[in-house]
């Protein structure tokens, strides 16, 4: 990237709050144009979390924000003055203090990079076993054929983007009842398929309606085979959420639906143990706990 060459790297006043604090990590820069403000706002500093950065500038084009290998864009308000990016705090990255450098192209001069520590603590995650139909540890040639097409087609869809973002105000839960399957579990199948979990579960009795929990363009309405009938929403700024094992669809792809709208209802499809709502958070590649997001404020 251009912006990082010929670069005035400022890096500043930091403070970091403890976690569980809704907010914390805030720098303030001078630059030539005036003040630049960065400030984060998080529901924990730990694995799997989301983290909102906003970033405060005048004189900002265009913003990118370096994290851990990726680069996140930063999506602007109307006015061109308040722009943020949402980044994930990965469940396999070690805890420990990281990096994070805002690269700023103003409208005018030379671009700047903007530098912040995050301090990242580890999370806690349960373990669970779990019986599935053994179509799902063991699938057949033909099974795994169709799996292998699902994935192909999925990395096609997380890889297509929508220009800005397209969410209205916080998230909202999806449905409204009881979490029972936390993000992050470490999961063992029929004592042979280790993964851990890639979202929240939440326990709804069958046919509860599930609503979108922000605006954004439905990119996928499918019947897949781990997940059964799924809804996968795109935001924006490499934000997805995901809805799985619905008994039935109420969406088109393609389409932009508000936040609330009902994208289906509850079920039990693919590999599920019983009626339950299977909610997912993908952004830049990574899933997140899409609790995380709920706690975020946006204007
Ligand atoms: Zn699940």
Request: glycine share 10%; charged share 20%.
């Given at each position: 990237?251009?912006?990082?060459?010929?670069?005035?790297?400022?890096?500043?006043?930091?403070?970091?709050?403890?976690?569980?604090?809704?907010?914390?990590?805030?720098?303030?820069?001078?630059?030539?144009?005036?003040?630049?403000?960065?400030?984060?706002?998080?529901?924990?500093?730990?694995?799997?979390?989301?983290?909102?950065?906003?970033?405060?500038?005048?004189?900002?084009?265009?913003?990118?924000?370096?994290?851990?290998?990726?680069?996140?864009?930063?999506?602007?308000?109307?006015?061109?003055?308040?722009?943020?990016?949402?980044?994930?705090?990965?469940?396999?990255?070690?805890?420990?203090?990281?990096?994070?450098?805002?690269?700023?192209?103003?409208?005018?001069?030379?671009?700047?990079?903007?530098?912040?520590?995050?301090?990242?603590?580890?999370?806690?995650?349960?373990?669970?076993?779990?019986?599935?139909?053994?179509?799902?540890?063991?699938?057949?040639?033909?099974?795994?054929?169709?799996?292998?097409?699902?994935?192909?087609?999925?990395?096609?869809?997380?890889?297509?983007?929508?220009?800005?973002?397209?969410?209205?105000?916080?998230?909202?839960?999806?449905?409204?009842?009881?979490?029972?399957?936390?993000?992050?579990?470490?999961?063992?199948?029929?004592?042979?398929?280790?993964?851990r979990h890639r979202g929240v579960d939440i326990r709804s009795p069958a046919g509860t309606p599930v609503k979108a929990s922000n605006t954004g363009k439905v990119v996928l309405v499918r019947d897949l085979y781990f997940s059964g009938n799924t809804v996968i929403m795109n935001h924006g700024i490499g934000l997805f959420s995901i809805y799985c094992h619905l008994s039935e669809t109420a969406v088109r792809e393609g389409?932009?639906?508000?936040?609330?709208?009902?994208?289906?209802?509850?079920?039990?499809?693919?590999?599920?143990?019983?009626?339950?709502?299977?909610?997912?958070?993908?952004?830049?590649?990574?899933?997140?706990?899409?609790?995380?997001?709920?706690?975020?404020?946006?204007?």
């Amino acid at each position: 990237m251009k912006t990082r060459a010929s670069l005035l790297i400022i890096c500043l006043a930091l403070l970091i709050l403890c976690p569980g604090r809704s907010s914390a990590v805030s720098v303030i820069s001078p630059t030539d144009a005036g003040r630049v403000a960065i400030h984060s706002e998080y529901r924990r500093l730990s694995q799997g979390e989301v983290v909102k950065v906003t970033l405060v500038s005048p004189e900002a084009a265009s913003a990118l924000l370096s994290f851990d290998g990726k680069e996140y864009p930063f999506a602007s308000d109307r006015e061109g003055l308040k722009h943020f990016t949402l980044i994930v705090l990965r469940l396999d990255m070690e805890p420990g203090t990281y990096d994070a450098v805002v690269h700023l192209q103003p409208f005018h001069g030379a671009p700047k990079d903007i530098s912040f520590k995050l301090a990242m603590s580890p999370g806690t995650f349960p373990s669970s076993t779990i019986r599935v139909a053994q179509r799902f540890t063991s699938p057949t040639a033909a099974e795994i054929k169709r799996i292998q097409e699902e994935q192909a087609l999925l990395r096609g869809i997380y890889g297509t983007s929508v220009p800005g973002w397209l969410g209205t105000g916080g998230f909202v839960m999806p449905v409204d009842d009881r979490v029972t399957g936390v993000f992050g579990a470490r999961r063992v199948f029929n004592d042979e398929v280790v993964s851990r979990h890639r979202g929240v579960d939440i326990r709804s009795p069958a046919g509860t309606p599930v609503k979108a929990s922000n605006t954004g363009k439905v990119v996928l309405v499918r019947d897949l085979y781990f997940s059964g009938n799924t809804v996968i929403m795109n935001h924006g700024i490499g934000l997805f959420s995901i809805y799985c094992h619905l008994s039935e669809t109420a969406v088109r792809e393609g389409t932009v639906i508000e936040k609330g709208t009902v994208i289906g209802r509850v079920g039990s499809t693919g590999r599920s143990t019983g009626p339950h709502l299977h909610w997912g958070l993908r952004l830049v590649d990574d899933y997140a706990d899409p609790l995380s997001i709920v706690h975020l404020s946006f204007d």
